[in-house]
Nanobody
Framework: VQLVESGGGLVQPGGSLRLSCAAS??????MGWFRQAPGEEREFVSA????????TYAESVKGRFTVSRDAAEDTVYLEMNSLKPEDTAVYYCAADTSRGPVLGVKAAQYDYWGWGTLVTVSS
């Protein structure tokens, strides 16, 4: 079971980044994105259900971030636009391997985690 994030980096405020999460070795009900800023607790960002494509977002990113999936490639994406300095964090993808049906917003609902990718928003 492996989740590998990529796509992080340094971007100026107002810029965009696309994160990817490649999953292998598991089936999952949903994939979530979380982030953790220095000195802060890990917080929910977004999630997408594998079969239905249903999505949910944290209020802080709604309208700026878009989660999507490519079932053929077993990859989930997080498109981040209009980035703000407060979006700076390590971003993690996580897999919920339960049968659902509730799209989770809590870290405890996810079984497998990637190592994270750092996103820095700064001028």
């Amino acid at each position: 079971v492996q989740l590998v994030e990529s796509g992080g980096g340094l971007v100026q405020p107002g810029g965009s980044l696309r994160l990817s999460c490649a999953a292998s070795g598991l089936g999952y009900f949903a994939m979530g994105w979380f982030r953790q800023a220095p000195g802060e607790e890990r917080e929910f960002v977004s999630a997408i259900a594998y079969r239905s494509g249903k999505r949910t977002y944290a209020e802080s990113v709604k309208g700026r971030f878009t989660v999507s999936r490519d079932a053929a490639e077993d990859t989930v994406y997080l498109e981040m636009n209009s980035l703000k300095p407060e979006d700076t964090a390590v971003y993690y993808c996580a897999a919920d391997t339960s049968r659902g049906p509730v799209l989770g917003v809590k870290a405890a609902q996810y079984d497998y985690w990637g190592w994270g990718t750092l996103v820095t928003v700064s001028s």
